[in-house]
């Protein structure tokens, strides 16, 4: 993710008792500063499917009878499969906590990283972590034969398609032939080399394979990602997440059309509540940071696990305050946070 470096003023004043100085934000009320963001944690959960095309062949009706190939089936099909589901968490602003750091005269000029969206990533340092997760190049598609263009002139020019049948599993034999006499060694034109041997047996080896999809058909697999997010406000228990079809893949989670597949997520309660008295008594005299909770999530369906994991959450935990001293004119701080739950990763601080 792209991040800005801002140039930042805290409000660290050259006088005694100086401290950073910190408010709520409110739009056009609030003194000249930086605004940040604390974040709220979403999952963003990406389900892999496979998409099984087959497409029969053209003289699938001749199977049986010149190549002896039986089951072979004239109907087109789609087939849907979940591969596997993936969960990264993500941080959103959260709107309710946004906070604005005033910028003072006579103050020292610290940094402030923040995120595109706002949401805090680090004060005096940069943050070198990366939270995004990065996209995965799609795979490329598979190539596919044309069968037509290993037909001979003699197949091409037939009158019928059972005669086109016909001379087709012949040339599948004359190749099949021709392989074996090479492997055996019998072949009038054997190669000089194994490596030769090996080029020459792959070219007729893939004049076999599409010739042959004119009577067995052709199957194509291709991978599709279907991204959701899901930004949790407390317990979750058994939700439809989405739906998936065997024909369709996946679908929204109203569409009866599939079978629904289901996500469970409950607050782990590490953090202890705050005291609402306490709480409500406590000043904002420096900047507003979170200690986050945990949660465990699962997805399933009937007995099948797609997913089970455990993340931290900034909505399950608390917020709280760097002490003041932290930012006065005889200590320089450097705090990283995690912009994806608003918890500190590293502070340090160094004495002038």
Avoid at 10 to 26: D, E, I, P
Avoid at 168 to 192: C, D, F, H, V, W
Avoid at 259 to 270: A, D, I, Q, W
Wanted: charged share 25%; hydrophobic share 35%; aromatic share 8%.
């Amino acid at each position: 993710m792209k991040t800005g470096l801002l140039a930042l003023t805290l409000l660290l004043s050259a006088t005694a008792g100086a401290q950073t100085r910190v408010t709520n934000y409110a739009p056009g009320q609030n003194e000249e500063g930086i605004t940040y963001f604390l974040p709220t944690t979403a999952l963003r959960i990406t389900v892999e499917a496979e998409k099984t095309t087959f497409t029969p062949g053209d003289f699938c009706r001749y199977a049986e009878k010149y190549l002896r190939l039986a089951d072979i089936s004239s109907k087109a099909s789609e087939l849907w499969k979940i591969k596997s589901i993936k969960v990264v968490p993500v941080g959103q602003p959260n709107q309710s906590q946004a906070y604005t750091i005033e910028l003072k005269d006579k103050t020292v000029a610290p940094l402030v990283e923040l995120t595109n969206d706002g949401i805090i990533k680090a004060i005096n340092t940069h943050n070198p972590n990366k939270y995004e997760p990065e996209e995965e190049a799609p795979k490329a598609p598979e190539k596919t034969l044309n069968p037509r263009d290993y037909m001979t002139e003699d197949i091409l020019m037939a009158g019928s398609t059972a005669k086109m049948a016909e001379l087709t599993a012949r040339e599948i034999y004359n190749i099949r032939e021709s392989k074996n006499s090479l492997t055996r060694g019998q072949s009038e034109y054997m190669p000089k080399d194994g490596e030769s041997l090996k080029i020459m047996l792959d070219n007729l080896n893939t004049q076999e394979e599409a010739l042959l999809q004119l009577f067995k058909g052709k199957t194509v697999k291709e991978e599709r990602k279907f991204t959701l997010q899901l930004t949790p406000t407390g317990n979750i228990e058994k939700d439809v997440l989405f739906r998936f079809s065997k024909l369709l893949g996946v679908v929204g989670a109203n569409n009866l059309a599939g079978e629904p597949v289901y996500v469970s997520l409950t607050n782990l309660k590490n953090v202890p509540e705050p005291n609402p008295e306490e709480k409500s008594k406590k000043k904002l005299e420096g900047v507003v940071y979170n200690i986050p909770g945990k949660a465990q999530i699962c997805i399933f369906q009937g007995k099948e696990k797609y997913y089970e994991g455990e993340f931290p959450f900034a909505q399950f935990g608390n917020t709280e305050i760097l002490n003041k001293k932290l930012f006065d004119k005889k200590t320089t701080t450097q705090v990283i946070f995690n912009p994806t739950t608003g918890g500190i990763v590293k502070i340090t601080a160094d004495e002038q």
